[in-house]
């Protein structure tokens, strides 16, 4: 028996060693280190090191220093020049957009994940002081104020839903296809743009692309129609090939829309709900990076979300707290809807990847 041709080792990255390397930006280095690369040169990204850029970068360390990663792989021969600039400025991180219009030329990021292990005890313990929590809330490695954060879903959700009056976006049966590719859209714009996705690699935008979709998609359609008194109308007739893809629309409205009904939330509310069903989800099969990114979006979204109640609502102490525990048990049947979906998306041979443009 003649032996086949020999296959060829893969080539190791260059700057964290991890043997999947190929040619990105005039060096062999694996996906995530180029993604890395490109993503700090288009959003004129500086990032700083605590340690006189002395850090050792490696597949379990890549995540420690930025900084010195980034010199790293301009020091393996990777080019700026290689790199194509982001064509429409509107999807750009609204960090980066705010620099641009204030006249920086880069954007400084002093986020170091090996800090992170100071991070559990300022997110159980209740600060005592302004020198261990402003008092407005500031989240160093989002790069944003509290309120802001939450204010940033507000927006989302808004012109979500602006787009889908203009646009005619109804759900159904019928053009269902056609309504998650447009809702989509939503998604990417949020893997894209919210605070902190910037620190993530393309492993992790394959994860929080599954659960912006389906927050974009799913839960946004169905708080909108919880606001209507008819929300529990029969949704269409059951035309045999349809029937999974009914199923599935009639078991959300019953498990999550007959939720939202009943606790009417508001769209500041809501918006603390959308974070939690992205990143809280999210948190179930993902990298230290990811998890790092959802702690400080779940600390900063509650931290808001408390503030809310209580300066605008004026709500006491035990109203915060029941109506918080309300919204925070949401997210089990939640869960168990998304699974659901996975299957059904399966079944139907539905893709649901990471896109970037």
């Given at each position: 028996?003649?032996?086949g041709?020999?296959k060829?080792?893969?080539?190791?990255?260059?700057?964290?060693?991890?043997?999947?390397?190929?040619?990105?930006?005039?060096?062999?280095?694996?996906?995530a280190?180029?993604?890395?690369?490109?993503?700090t040169?288009?959003?004129?990204?500086?990032f700083?090191c605590?340690?006189?850029n002395?850090?050792?970068?490696?597949?379990?360390?890549?995540?420690?220093?930025?900084?010195?990663?980034?010199d790293?792989?301009?020091?393996?021969?990777?080019?700026r020049?290689l790199?194509?600039?982001?064509?429409?400025?509107?999807?750009?991180?609204?960090?980066?957009?705010?620099?641009?219009k204030?006249?920086?030329?880069e954007?400084?990021?002093?986020?170091?994940?090996?800090?992170?292990t100071?991070e559990?005890?300022?997110?159980?313990?209740?600060?005592?002081?302004?020198?261990?929590e402003?008092?407005?809330?500031?989240?160093?490695?989002?790069?944003m104020?509290?309120?802001?954060l939450?204010v940033?879903?507000?927006?989302?959700i808004r012109?979500?839903?602006?787009?889908?009056?203009?646009?005619?976006?109804?759900m159904?049966?019928?053009?269902?296809?056609?309504t998650k590719?447009?809702?989509?859209?939503?998604a990417?714009?949020?893997?894209t743009?919210?605070?902190g996705?910037?620190?993530l690699?393309?492993?992790?935008?394959?994860?929080?692309?599954?659960?912006?979709?389906?927050s974009?998609?799913?839960?946004?359609?169905?708080?909108?129609?919880?606001s209507q008194?008819?929300?529990?109308?029969?949704?269409?007739?059951?035309?045999?090939?349809?029937?999974?893809l009914?199923?599935?629309?009639?078991?959300?409205?019953?498990?999550?829309?007959?939720?939202?009904a009943?606790?009417?939330?508001?769209?500041?509310?809501?918006?603390?709900?959308k974070?939690?069903?992205?990143w809280?989800?999210?948190?179930?099969?993902?990298t230290?990076?990811?998890k790092?990114?959802?702690a400080?979006?779940?600390?900063?979204?509650?931290?808001?979300?408390?503030?809310?109640?209580?300066?605008?609502k004026?709500?006491e102490?035990?109203?915060?707290?029941?109506?918080?525990a309300?919204?925070?048990?949401?997210?089990?049947?939640?869960?168990?809807?998304y699974r659901d979906?996975?299957?059904?998306?399966h079944?139907?041979?539905?893709?649901?990847?990471?896109?970037?443009?």
């Open positions: 028996m003649v032996p041709p020999k060829r080792a893969p080539k190791p990255c260059l700057v964290c060693g991890i043997e999947k390397g190929t040619l990105h930006f005039g060096s062999v280095v694996c996906m280190c180029a993604s890395f690369f490109r993503r040169v288009s959003f004129h990204i500086r700083l605590r340690y006189s002395n850090c050792q970068i490696s597949q379990d360390l890549r995540f420690i220093c930025r900084s010195c990663r980034f790293k792989c301009e020091r393996v021969g990777m080019r020049d790199v194509q600039q982001k064509r429409n400025e509107n999807k750009l991180p609204k960090y980066v957009l705010e620099s641009r204030g006249g920086a030329g954007v400084v990021r002093g986020y170091i994940t090996s800090a992170y100071a559990p005890r300022r997110l159980k313990e209740p600060a005592t002081s302004s020198a261990a402003p008092e407005d809330g500031f989240s160093i490695i989002l790069n104020k509290h309120d802001d939450l940033y879903y507000v927006e989302e012109n979500s839903v602006r787009a889908r009056q203009q646009g005619g976006i109804v159904s049966p019928q053009n269902f296809l056609e590719h447009r809702t989509d859209q939503f990417l714009d949020i893997c743009m919210c605070p996705t910037d620190l690699e393309n492993p992790d935008f394959e994860v929080l692309y599954k659960y912006c979709s389906f974009s998609l799913w839960m946004d359609l169905s708080w909108i129609n919880a008194d008819d929300w529990n109308k029969v949704l269409v007739e059951k035309d045999y090939t349809e029937i999974p009914i199923t599935y629309m009639n078991q959300f409205q019953a498990t999550v829309t007959a939720q939202l009943r606790l009417q939330l508001d769209i500041f509310e809501y918006a603390a709900l974070s939690m069903c992205i809280k989800l999210g948190l179930l099969d993902s230290l990076t990811l790092i990114v959802s400080e979006h779940y600390y900063g979204i509650t931290c808001a979300l408390s503030k809310y109640y209580r300066v605008t004026r709500l102490q035990f109203e915060m707290a029941t109506r918080i309300e919204i925070t048990l949401l997210i089990g049947p939640i869960f168990n809807v979906m996975l299957v059904l998306y079944n139907l041979q539905i893709e649901d990847r990471f896109k970037e443009e």
